[in-house]
C-alpha cells in the first residue's frame, strides 16, 4: 500500500506512523508545491494521502481509495474533486486543547490575572482586598451560549458544568438524548439562534464552516448581543462576519471577542519570521479583543492522539475494515458501513 | 443588640445589613485606628463586632457574645484575647473566586494565551499551527496536588475534575468518606506531604497558616518538586518559606509559582495610591512567576454573600440559635451546638 502525506504534517510523526503501519506500506512524503510531474506521478501510484487540502487542479490519483485529513476541518477540501471511489476521513482529538482554551480564555476576562500581574509587579495593589479595590468578575452564573454542539462544545461544557454556568446551544441537529444533552439547558435547532442571542455572556462559535455558517453572525445577529457579551470564536474566521465583529468590538457595542481564527493567514511556504496581520482590520489596536494564532488546539498532544486515529485508519483500509471519522463514503459504499 | 463594624468592611454592605437586621440592632461604623476613648466607648457596649483583627491591647468588651470575621482567615485573630463568652465565627464564600483563579492559572500556565496575544498583535505566527509552531501545554494528564484539602480545595477539585488531572491532597484529617474526597485519587495526612511532592507539576496551597503550617514548605520540601512544578498559593505567603520560594524561582529549581497571597502588605490606611512590592525579594524580575495582590476570592459577589451568612449569624446570635462557622465557642457553651 502506498501513503503519501503531503504538506502540513509534522516529519517525526510521519516516520513513526511509517513504523507503526508495518512492512505492508510505503510512506512517501510531499507538497502541494511539488513539480507538477512529481507530485503527478506520486498521486498516480497512491492508495491513500493525508492532507488538509485538496482541489480540482490535483492530478488524478485512480487508486486513491482513502483521503484521511490530518485535522478535523473540511473547508479545504473540494469533496467533488475527490476521486468518486475514495472515502474522506477526518480526525478530532483537539477537543481537549481547544476547550481548555475556551474556559482559559473566559476565566481570564473574569479575572484578569494578567492585568494584575502588571500592575504588582510594580507595587500597586490596585486590585487586591487590601486597599479596597474593585471587585473581580466571576464565571459562576454567567451564560454560555455554543453555536454548533459539537466535539468541542460538549467538551468545553462538561468542563464549565462544574463553575455553575448556565448553558444553551443551537445546533443543526439538536438531539435531546444525544450526547451531552443534559449539560444545556436551552438546546435547540439553529433556526432559533436568534433567540438565545440577547441572554448570552459569552457567544461560543464551534460549528464548522459551511456555506449556511459563512457569515452566520452577521451585523443583525451581533446586535442581538448584550453590550457585555464576548464571541468567543475557535472554529473558522469566516462564520463571524468580519467588518462587523471589527465594528461591534471598535464601539463597544459588545464586550469584545477572543479570536483564535481568523480572515487572513501567513503564507505556509513563507518562513516562520514573516508577519501576517490576521485581517483587513485593526483588530490589534482594540483592548477588548484577544487575539491568538490558530492554536486554541494546538497543544502538546494533539499530534500523537491524532496519528494514533490516522494509523488505526490506514490499518482498517488495509485490513477492508470499516473506516473511523468517516465525512464522505466511497461512491457505491453503504453509509453506514462507518465506524463510530 | 449593638454591632460594632471595624475597618475593612464595605460602607454599603454595612447599611444594607442593618437594614436586614432590622429594629432591634444599633450598627456603629468604626476603625481600629480611632482615638482610644471612642474605639473604648464602643467596645464597652458591644454585642457583636464584625472585624478580621483582635489583638491584646483592645479596651475591654465585656458585653461582647459574638466576634464575627467577615473573611475566612483567623490568623490576625488573638483568640485568647477575645472575651471568654464571646464567640468567634468566620465566612467563607470566597471558595468560587478563588477556584477560579486556580484554574485560570492552571490553564494559562499550559497554554499562554497573553504571550500569544502580544504576538500576534505584531502579526507573529510563532505560537499556531499556520507555521508549524511548537505545541502549547495541556491541563490534560497533569497532577495537582493539594496541601490542605478544605472549602477552597474542594471546590478547585470539582472544577479541575473534567480536564482529566490527576489529584492528590495532604490534609490535617484525611477522611476518605469525607465530602470531595472521591475527587482525589490519594488522599492523606499531613505526615505525608513529602512523598506528594515529588509526582505533582502544581502544588497548591489551601491549608490555614496557623503555628504548624507556618514554613511547612521550606527549602527542603521544594527541593522535592520536579523541576517543572509550579506553586500556586491563595492561602497565606508564610505557609511557603519566602527566601527559598524566591531562590527555587530564580534559580528554575522548579517551574515557577503563582502568588496571590504575600510576606508584605499595604499600609490598610494609606490609601490606595501607595506602592508596596510584597516581598523583600524582587519576586517582579523573575518570569516564571505570576504575582497578584491578594484578590483571588476577591470576585463580583463575595460580599453580598458573605454578608447574607454574617446577617444570618446576627439574627441567630439575637435568637439564642446555634451559630454558623464556629471556630471557637463562649467559655462552657457546649462545642456541639454549633451550626454546620
Known amino acids: 500500500m502506498n501513503l503519501l502525506i503531503l504538506d502540513g504534517c509534522d516529519e517525526t510523526q510521519g516516520a513513526s506512523a511509517a513504523e507503526r503501519l508495518g512492512p505492508g506500506w510505503t510512506v512517501t512524503p510531499g507538497r502541494h508545491s511539488d513539480p507538477p510531474d512529481v507530485l503527478a506521478s506520486r498521486l498516480a501510484v497512491a492508495d491513500a494521502a493525508v492532507t488538509q487540502y485538496w482541489t480540482a487542479d490535483l492530478p488524478p490519483a ?14 479545504a477540501v473540494d469533496l467533488d474533486a475527490v476521486p468518486a471511489g475514495c472515502a ?15 474556559v482559559a480564555a473566559l476565566l481570564e476576562r473574569e479575572i484578569r490575572i494578567a492585568r494584575m500581574d502588571s500592575g504588582l509587579r510594580r507595587g500597586e495593589w490596585r486590585d487586591g482586598f487590601a486597599l479596597g479595590a474593585p471587585l473581580h468578575g466571576e464565571l459562576h452564573g454567567k451564560t454560555v451560549g455554543f453555536v454548533g454542539y459539537g466535539r468541542i462544545a460538549r467538551a468545553t461544557a462538561r468542563r464549565l458544568a462544574p463553575f455553575g454556568v448556565r448553558m444553551a446551544a443551537r445546533t443543526r441537529s439538536p438531539d435531546r438524548s ?11 435547532g439553529i433556526d432559533r439562534l436568534d433567540d438565545m442571542l440577547p441572554a448570552v455572556d459569552y457567544l461560543v462559535i464551534t460549528c464548522p464552516l459551511t456555506e449556511t455558517t459563512r457569515g452566520l453572525i452577521d451585523a443583525r445577529r451581533l446586535a442581538r448581543l448584550g453590550a457585555a457579551a464576548v464571541v468567543v470564536n475557535v472554529s473558522r474566521g469566516p462564520i463571524v462576519d468580519e467588518e462587523a465583529l471589527y465594528a461591534a468590538c471598535r464601539d463597544g457595542t459588545i464586550g469584545g ?7 487572513r493567514y501567513p503564507d505556509p511556504s ?13 483588530f490589534e489596536t482594540l483592548a477588548n479583543v484577544v487575539m491568538t494564532p490558530h492554536a486554541s ?32 463514503p466511497p461512491a457505491g459504499a453503504n453509509p453506514a458501513a462507518g465506524a463510530p
Open 62 to 75: 485512480p487508486r486513491l481509495r482513502l483521503l484521511q485529513l490530518p485535522g478535523a476541518g473540511f473547508d
Open 88 to 102: 474522506v476521513c477526518n480526525v478530532y482529538e483537539h477537543e481537549i486543547g481547544i476547550s481548555e482554551y475556551i
Open 257 to 263: 471577542a477572543v479570536i483564535d481564527t481568523w480572515y
Open 178 to 188: 444525544g450526547p451531552g444533552a443534559e449539560l444545556v439547558g436551552d438546546l435547540a
Open 297 to 328: 488546539g494546538w497543544s502538546a498532544r494533539l499530534l500523537e492522539r491524532r496519528w494514533t486515529v490516522i494509523v488505526e485508519n490506514l490499518l482498517r483500509l488495509e485490513r477492508g475494515e470499516p473506516l473511523c471519522n468517516l465525512l464522505r
Open 270 to 282: 513563507g518562513g516562520r519570521g514573516q508577519r501576517c496581520l490576521p485581517s483587513r482590520f485593526p
